[in-house]
């Protein structure tokens, strides 16, 4: 069987490709199914056979798991982001350490499990995806750690033969496979934390000689719907928490710490605030601080674990922007109340670091293959984030409007590089 993988940041997906074209896995959830599982982890302590355990849930059973339990454990989120952190390596829930990698594998194992549900029980040798630069990576040693953690988290969970494919030529392959004729496609894949970029021949007389694509050039920078989200919090959310504002120690004014707000900014890191020695600080700083109630929200709001329904609130914004142009920003929750207006210019004025910063990227594809945005028939983009009108900007600008194509956003990848497993078989 040809499996293709594609582990995102936000929402993974798992496919087979067959003689008869390529299936995508469903999950179940409450809100009917889904092809996108979301990659996120929530880990809670229960008391079995007298014992207490921990147990974890992922994906849409991780989301109704955390919203129906009263208490909350802990929900993490970005968890691909760490994968080039070495001053990551453990973490400690309920009073257990867990490795990075095995926090991954129990995401990757429940989406292994609900693949073999619906392709059988062979979904053990996979084409992975990989983006060209992952989160965090300076170097290409970078890259090779991260890499290597990602190899060692498929195997914990039950993948044994393991081949990683850049994500975007994945994208390809599935783009490819909807052509009659040959092209010069570039590729963009705007995820949750990464946009990858490939510059590849595809149709179908390369296809039907079975040779691998010879890719042009790639490219790949850290930043993307996660960098997005992080200016929205750090220009409407932290300041209605706090950040910016005075205490008073000691007869003098200082500013409230600042590092708690760059955590706040960062999916990946917010649950781990959720620490014995912030909490202690922050207690402290409420009791000096001139603005307590914006605090003590932001106590709340870590104390509750509500990391995920700020993510909603979030995404619920930013998603909405991408089709009108203003809309609010609401979050409420018990002391947390964020109810604050945004518009689209707001928004695009916000990221325009992240936007020059894809865009050089792409000029920088371009130039090292010495390619002329004339010479490229077709520009696919795909991903999340593509959706972000001011994405899709950089290339109509570059290639004009009528080369640009997009379909099955959160799917595409797996879907290719389920293609791309068939291939390789
Ligand atoms: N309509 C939309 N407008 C703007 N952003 C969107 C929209 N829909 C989804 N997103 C964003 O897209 C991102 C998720 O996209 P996707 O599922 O492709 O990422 P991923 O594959 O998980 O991440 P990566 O490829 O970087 O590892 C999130 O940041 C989400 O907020
Ligand atoms: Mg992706």
């Keep these: 069987m040809a499996v293709g993988l594609d582990f995102g940041t936000t929402n993974s997906s798992i496919a087979l490709a067959g003689p008869n074209g390529v299936q995508i896995a469903n999950f179940a959830s409450s809100g009917g199914v889904t092809e996108a599982f979301r990659s996120l982890l929530y880990l809670h302590r229960i008391r079995e056979s007298g014992r207490s355990a921990i147990k974890s849930w992922s994906g849409p059973a991780g989301i109704d798991e955390y919203l129906n339990s009263d208490e909350k454990g802990r929900l993490v989120q970005s968890l691909k982001s760490f994968l080039t952190s070495r001053s990551l390596q453990t973490t400690e829930v309920f009073g257990r350490r867990f490795k990075l990698e095995e926090l991954i594998a129990r995401i990757l ?12 029980p062979t979904a053990t040798h996979v084409v992975v995806g990989r983006p060209v630069r992952f989160v965090g990576a300076e170097s290409d040693a970078d890259d090779e750690y ?25 994208a390809a392959y599935h783009y490819e496979s909807t052509l009659d004729h040959d092209e010069l496609v570039m590729i963009g894949d705007f995820g949750g934390g ?37 200016r929205i919090i750090r220009h409407l959310v932290s300041p209605a928490l706090g950040a910016g504002s005075e205490l ?11 590092w708690v707000y760059f955590k706040l900014e960062r999916w990946h890191h917010l649950s ?8 202690s600080m922050l207690k402290s700083v409420a009791g000096q601080a001139l603005e307590p109630k914006k605090i003590e929200a932001l106590l709340y709001l870590i104390q509750h674990d509500l990391g995920y329904q700020l993510h909603r609130a979030v995404q619920r914004a930013k998603i909405a922007l991408s089709n009108v142009d203003r809309t609010r920003l609401h979050f409420s929750d018990g002391e ?34 010495g390619t002329h945005p004339a010479d490229v028939d077709v520009v696919f983009l795909t991903g999340g984030s593509s959706f972000v009108p001011a994405v899709r900007r950089i290339f109509e600008s570059r290639f004009g409007h009528h080369k640009i194509r997009t379909c099955d956003e959160f799917t595409s990848v797996a879907r290719g590089l389920a293609l791309r497993a068939l291939e390789l078989r």
């Design 248 to 258: 008073e120690s000691g007869g003098k004014r200082l500013p409230v710490p600042n």
């Design 109 to 120: 194992a429940d989406i292994r499990a609900g693949a073999e549900r619906q392709f059988g």
């Design 336 to 369: 947390a109340e964020i109810d604050e207006e945004l518009t689209r210019a707001d928004f695009e004025s916000w990221i325009q670091e992240e936007l020059t910063a894809i865009e050089n990227h792409v000029d920088e594809l371009l130039s090292k293959t």
């Design 272 to 279: 781990f605030l959720k620490s014995a020695e912030t909490i």
């Design 146 to 170: 991260a890499l290597g953690r990602l190899k060692e988290a498929l195997l914990i969970a039950g993948f044994r033969e393991v081949r990683f494919e850049y994500e975007p030529v994945g």
């Design 194 to 230: 990464t946009s990858d970029f490939s510059l590849l021949r595809v149709g179908p007389s390369l296809r039907r000689s079975g040779v691998t694509r010879q890719v042009i050039g790639n490219e790949g920078v850290g930043i993307a719907g996660d960098s997005f989200d992080a």
